[in-house]
């Protein structure tokens, strides 16, 4: 049973640019976060998915969008890069319980 | 607002010693859980221990146990008989559940080195 599968693992682009972010959740989930993570920090939130729609969202600018498809599987996107999103983006699935997200193994993106 | 606090950005320990890592939290929800992940340095999130705060007694996996203290919104890992892949990050985290809002927010993270 995969898990959370997230892709690329790795990602290097320049300021300016925009760029996009695939999650594949666990089997069985329906729900997706996604999350920014910088470098010795705790994940920050960035918005959830559910039934292909924005359901809640954080303190993060317009320019962070995603989508939700109708297998579930979700996509983030990134316009006008900053040197300040550098950052592991991590995706984390779940179902509509108290218990806990199951997580990827992120995205590293490296703006320059 | 929900706030997650850890106050001890790294720790070093002697290996098969026991470690506490601390954690308090802030929430005006009766309803909600608290969730302790460990971070190698290969980015995954890994999912240890669970704590519901209807639960009436501390949760334990394996070698985690969380010192739940309601009443002080503290809720400790503790990490019995450490080893040298312990040695991570740790996030506290937390999640209400309501409608319309079900999201789990984070700690800043504590850096554990095991020491052999």
């Known amino acids: 049973d995969a898990g959370v599968t997230q892709s690329p693992t790795h990602l290097i682009k320049t300021r300016g640019q925009q760029v996009t972010l695939r999650c594949s959740p666990k089997?069985?989930?329906?729900?997706v976060s996604w999350y920014q993570q910088a470098l010795g920090q705790g994940p920050q939130f960035i918005f959830q998915?559910?039934?292909?729609?924005?359901?809640q969202r954080g303190n993060f600018p317009d320019r962070f969008s995603g989508h939700q498809f109708p297998n579930y599987s979700s996509e983030l996107n990134v316009n006008a890069l900053l040197l300040g999103d550098s950052a592991l983006y991590l995706c984390?699935?779940?179902?509509?319980?108290?218990?806990?997200?199951?997580f990827g193994s992120g995205t590293r993106l490296t703006v320059v | 607002a929900q706030k997650i606090t850890q106050t001890q950005p790294g720790m070093f320990v002697q290996e098969k010693e026991a470690v506490t890592l601390d954690c308090t939290y802030d929430?005006?929800?009766?309803?909600?859980?608290l969730f302790w992940y460990k971070q190698p340095s290969s980015g995954e999130m890994i999912f240890l221990i669970y704590?519901?705060?209807?639960?009436?007694q501390n949760a334990t996996e394996g070698r985690y146990s969380l010192n739940f203290q309601k009443a002080r919104k503290s809720a400790n890992l503790v990490i019995s008989a450490s080893q040298l892949g312990d040695s991570a990050m740790y996030f506290c985290?937390?999640?209400?559940?309501?409608?319309?809002?079900?999201?789990?927010?984070f700690g800043k993270g504590t850096r554990l080195h095991i020491l052999p």
């Open positions: 929430t005006s929800d009766p309803s909600y859980g």
């Open positions: 998915y559910y039934e292909e729609e924005e359901r």
């Open positions: 089997s069985g989930h329906d729900t």
């Open positions: 984390a699935s779940s179902h509509d319980n108290l218990y806990g997200y199951t």
């Open positions: 704590q519901g705060s209807y639960d009436q």
């Open positions: 985290a937390m999640r209400d559940v309501k409608w319309g809002d079900d999201k789990i927010i």
